[in-house]
C-alpha cells in the first residue's frame, strides 16, 4: 500500500457540489423569507452556512488528513454512541417533534439530527465488521445473521422514530457492502424478501406511507392533498424549461412549493436552471458515483473498499430517491438532496463522509 495524493476528479465534484448547492439552498431560501419572518430565515440561513458548510469544510478537511485505518479501531465505539445519540430522541426533555415525527435533539440553541451519525456509524461498524469475518460473511451464523441483528437495531431506532426514509438508504447501503463483501446470492435474496415483506407491513400500518404510495400510483387523486406537493413539484420542473427562468427567479417556490429549502428543492432548481441545470446536477451526483466507486475497487484492502462502498451508495441512493420523487418516478418522501437541502447536520456529515473517503483515495493496491 502506497499513499500518493487525494483524487483530484473527486475533490472537485465534491467542491462543486457543495459550494453550487449552497447558493441554491440560498436562493430557495428566499422562498422561506417570503412566508416566515425574517428571524426565522436568519436563523435557517445562518445553520446553513454556519454549522453546515463553515464547520462541514473543516471536519472534511481534517477526516481527509486521518489514515482511514483509524476507523477500523474504533468502530465499534462509533457505531455504539451513534445509537445511543439516536436513542436519545426518545427523551422528551431533550427531543421535539416536527411533522409528527421525533428526530432531533435539542440542547440550549443547537438542534441536531442524530440519525446522520448513525448512517455513518452503521458504514464504519459494518464494514470493519465484514472485513473482519472475511469469508464467514458467506456463511448464515457468520454471515447473514449478525448482518440481519446489525441492521434490525440500527431499523428499530429510526422507525420507531419513524424515520422510514432514513432507514431505507442505511439498508441499501448496508446490502451494496454486504454484496461486495461476499454474501452469498441467496442470503442476498433472503434480505431483498425481508424488506419487501416489511415493507408492505409498514404501508398498511402507516397510513401516511400508504398515502405516498398511493399518490405515486394516481398523483392526481388529490390535487390538494397528498398529490399537492408532486404536483406543484412537476410544475416547478416543467415551468424551468430548457435554460430555466434564472438564478433566484423560481416562482413556485414563494408560495406553491411546501418545503423549498428541504426536499423539493431540486424542483426549485430546475425551474431556476432548466432541464440543462437539472441534467448537470445529475451528472455531478453520476460522477461523484464513479469516482467513489473506481476508489473502492483500488482500495489497498477489504475495509477501506467496503466503507468507500458504503460511503458512495449512503450519498447517491439518497440523492436519485430524493430527485426521483420529485419527479413521481418513485414514492414521494421526506428525504432531503445531500450537499444541497436544508440541514446543517446533514450537509456537516456529508462533508465528514466525503473526507474518510478523500482520503481513501489517497492509497491503492500495489502489485
Known sequence: MKSHRVDKPLLISILILAIGGFFIFSSASLGLLARTSGSTFSNVAFSQAFYGLFLGMIVFFITSRIPYKFWRKHALLIFFLSLVATACVFIPQI???????????????????????????????????????????????????PFLIITTVAGVLLLNQPDTDTFLIILLS???????????????????????????????????????????????????????????????????????????????????????????????????????GSVFIVGMFFFFAFRGLKIAARAPDMFGG????????????????????????FPLSGITLP?????????????????ILLNISKYKKTD
Open 95 to 145: 427531543s421535539f417533534l416536527h411533522g409528527g415525527a421525533r428526530r432531533w435533539i435539542s440542547i440550549g440553541s443547537l438542534s441536531f439530527q442524530p440519525s446522520e451519525f448513525l448512517k455513518i456509524g452503521f458504514i464504519i461498524y459494518l464494514a470493519a465488521w465484514i472485513a473482519s469475518v472475511k469469508q464467514g460473511v458467506k456463511t448464515f451464523k457468520f454471515g447473514l445473521l
Open 339 to 355: 450537499f444541497i437541502s436544508h440541514g446543517g447536520t446533514s450537509l456537516f456529515m456529508t462533508l465528514a463522509s466525503v473526507g
Open 174 to 276: 448496508g446490502i451494496a457492502m454486504y454484496a461486495v463483501g461476499g454474501g452469498k446470492i441467496r442470503h442476498l435474496a433472503l434480505i431483498f424478501l425481508i424488506a419487501i415483506i416489511g415493507f408492505a407491513t409498514i404501508v398498511m400500518m402507516r397510513p401516511y406511507v400508504l398515502s405516498r404510495v398511493m399518490t405515486f400510483v394516481n398523483p392526481a387523486r388529490d390535487s390538494l392533498g397528498s398529490s399537492y406537493q408532486i404536483q406543484q413539484s412537476l410544475i416547478a420542473i416543467g415551468s424551468g424549461g430548457i435554460t430555466g427562468r434564472g438564478f433566484g427567479k423560481s416562482i413556485q417556490k414563494f408560495s406553491f412549493l411546501p418545503e423549498p429549502i428541504g426536499d423539493s428543492i431540486f424542483a426549485v432548481a430546475s425551474e431556476e436552471f432548466g432541464f440543462l
Open 306 to 329: 467496503l466503507m468507500a462502498v458504503g460511503i458512495v451508495i449512503l450519498i447517491v441512493s439518497q440523492s436519485f430517491i430524493n430527485i426521483a420523487s420529485m419527479l413521481n418516478v
